[in-house]
């Protein structure tokens, strides 16, 4: 039982080029979250899914687009990358609203150059 | 709107004393709260939660939680502080019948031998 699965694990991309962060959970959960994770600001949430099939933008959207491929994967895509995009990406899943706790991957680190 | 406070960036505090990290939150309705952990390189890690009920609410490692609806808090808390709990620390909440999970900036514990 892996839990929450993020690839890649570490990233070094160049301003402008692209690229797309997987996330997989294999504990059945209807809900998926991607946030970022920056030194003094905590966690911000860009995107999530409540359940197969619906997306919604986040605080921080902008720049990131996401795609729920099925119920356990859920992936994040930065178009052309930023500087301003350098940081912790996590990938998290719950079984849906109210008091079920999230359940995080081990992050993606980026670094955009 | 949700949001979450954590007024200390650190908290030390010497091996054997109690501790406590503290947050504060604000959201319409009944609250569901959460405190995660983080440890270096890693992804967080659920530690206990407050759905209702009783309001101590006792979580993995010996830590435990206070809500206080009054003065819209849920500390953190263990009696006797190890090394090893050095950690950065996360509040976080989540509004009724919402799928969003607002944290805190997060609280850096360091437990001194």
């Known amino acids: 039982n892996a839990g929450v699965t993020q690839t890649p694990k570490f990233q070094v991309l160049k301003t402008g080029q692209s690229m797309t962060l997987q996330c997989a959970q294999d504990?059945?959960?209807?809900?998926m979250y991607w946030y970022r994770q920056d030194p003094g600001m905590g966690l911000r949430l860009i995107y999530y899914s409540a359940s197969e099939g619906t997306t919604d933008k986040g605080e921080v959207p902008n720049g990131y687009n996401v795609s729920r491929l099925n119920k356990r994967e859920f992936s994040l895509r930065l178009e052309s990358a930023a500087p301003s995009q350098t940081s912790v990406y996590f990938c998290a899943s719950s079984e849906g609203a109210g008091g079920s706790e999230a359940f995080f991957g081990q992050g993606t680190r980026l670094t955009v150059v | 709107a949700q949001s979450v406070a954590q007024p200390e960036d650190q908290v030390n505090v010497a091996e054997g004393n109690p501790l406590t990290v503290k947050c504060t939150y604000s959201?319409?309705?009944?609250?569901?709260l959460f405190w995660y952990v983080q440890y270096p390189n890693r992804g967080l890690q659920f530690l206990l939660k407050?759905?209702?009920?009783?309001?101590l609410v006792k979580g993995s490692y010996g830590f435990e939680a206070e809500f206080n609806k009054s003065q819209t808090s849920f500390h953190l808390k263990k009696p006797s502080a190890l090394v090893s709990d050095s950690a950065l620390y996360f509040c976080?909440?989540?509004?009724?019948?919402?799928?969003?999970?607002?944290f805190g900036t997060g609280t850096r514990l360091k437990v001194l031998a």
């Open positions: 959201v319409s309705g009944n609250p569901y």
């Open positions: 407050y759905i209702t009920g009783d309001n």
């Open positions: 976080a909440v989540r509004a009724p019948g919402t799928y969003k999970y607002i």
């Open positions: 504990m059945n959960h209807n809900s």
